[in-house]
């Protein structure tokens, strides 16, 4: 959450969510309003914030898209002078609608003109530090770009990585994975992560019958060179927790 004062606040009289909120948007800005869009009140969303927990984007490419955002009307940044028991300060409000606004609309809601909405009380919060990235990793944090109803936030994106990497594992490629996860996508789209999920888990590929057969020698008596034994394992390890998956569902 951001401090007392700032952070996201959500525009009143917003349409609801429909499979093309920000589909006249660039990708990129139409991943980001996605995002931004699912936060709840209060979260901070500048920049710097947005790029430690979006793994797609830097925070240079944040601060471009917000301000995208603010000239296509979904976004307003007003610092604004507010009394407290300690005196006046100026703050920041941010305030973030799906709907797309005029300036005359801003204008009015500013001064009070349109329905507000209740703000809850701001908790501080603790954002994740940026993981390493696999390829799996890095296939999970792109979906965003292919829908950006999918736009996942790093930590997802980590809970997420060791399913994907057993796709990776069985011979399939990060581009047939994505394609499988965003093909038929169901509207709305509430929980993305879980959604992906449940993909990741349903949509498994089957073990192929040579990950489990060991590799021979080419000649009788030759060892096999070290690299391919390790990969073997991996194979083996791969089908292994796929198979003991498979069997707890079962149960």
């Given at each position: 959450?951001?401090?007392?004062g700032?952070?996201k606040?959500?525009?009143?009289?917003q349409a609801?969510?429909?499979a093309?909120?920000?589909?006249h948007?660039?990708?990129?800005?139409?991943?980001?309003?996605?995002?931004?869009?699912?936060?709840?009140?209060g979260?901070?969303?500048?920049?710097?914030?947005?790029?430690?927990?979006?793994?797609d984007?830097?925070?240079?490419?944040?601060?471009?898209?917000?301000r995208?955002?603010?000239?296509?009307?979904?976004l307003?940044?007003?610092?604004?002078?507010?009394?407290?028991?300690?005196?006046?300060?100026?703050?920041?409000?941010?305030?973030?609608?799906?709907?797309?606004?005029?300036?005359?609309?801003?204008?009015?809601?500013?001064?009070?003109?349109?329905?507000?909405?209740e703000?809850?009380e701001?908790?501080?919060?603790?954002?994740p530090?940026?993981?390493?990235?696999?390829?799996?990793?890095?296939?999970?944090?792109?979906?965003?770009?292919?829908?950006p109803?999918?736009?996942?936030?790093?930590?997802?994106?980590?809970?997420?990585?060791?399913?994907?990497?057993?796709?990776?594992a069985?011979?399939?490629?990060?581009?047939?994975?994505?394609?499988?996860?965003?093909?038929?996508?169901?509207?709305?789209?509430?929980?993305?992560?879980?959604?992906?999920?449940?993909?990741?888990e349903?949509k498994?590929?089957?073990?192929?019958?040579?990950?489990?057969?060991?590799?021979?020698?080419?000649?009788?008596?030759?060892?096999?060179?070290?690299?391919e034994v390790?990969?073997?394992?991996?194979?083996?390890?791969?089908?292994?927790?796929?198979?003991?998956?498979?069997?707890?569902?079962?149960?």
């Amino acid at each position: 959450m951001a401090n007392p004062g700032y952070g996201k606040r959500v525009a009143p009289d917003q349409a609801p969510r429909t499979a093309n909120d920000f589909a006249h948007l660039p990708r990129r800005e139409a991943s980001i309003a996605a995002f931004i869009d699912q936060l709840p009140e209060g979260a901070a969303m500048d920049a710097k914030t947005l790029a430690k927990v979006l793994p797609d984007y830097g925070q240079q490419a944040c601060r471009s898209a917000l301000r995208y955002l603010r000239e296509a009307g979904h976004l307003l940044v007003r610092p604004v002078v507010e009394a407290t028991e300690a005196g006046k300060r100026w703050v920041t409000r941010t305030f973030f609608s799906r709907t797309a606004r005029p300036t005359s609309w801003w204008e009015r809601l500013l001064r009070g003109d349109v329905p507000s909405v209740e703000r809850p009380e701001p908790e501080p919060d603790r954002v994740p530090e940026e993981p390493r990235r696999s390829r799996a990793y890095r296939a999970l944090a792109s979906l965003g770009r292919i829908d950006p109803r999918l736009t996942l936030s790093a930590a997802e994106c980590a809970e997420l990585e060791p399913l994907a990497a057993r796709w990776l594992a069985l011979d399939t490629t990060p581009e047939q994975m994505t394609a499988a996860l965003t093909a038929g996508l169901p509207h709305p789209i509430n929980r993305p992560a879980g959604l992906m999920r449940e993909r990741l888990e349903r949509k498994m590929p089957p073990v192929p019958a040579r990950f489990t057969r060991p590799p021979t020698p080419d000649r009788p008596g030759e060892a096999l060179p070290p690299d391919e034994v390790a990969r073997h394992a991996n194979r083996l390890r791969a089908a292994a927790g796929i198979a003991r998956n498979a069997d707890g569902k079962r149960t």
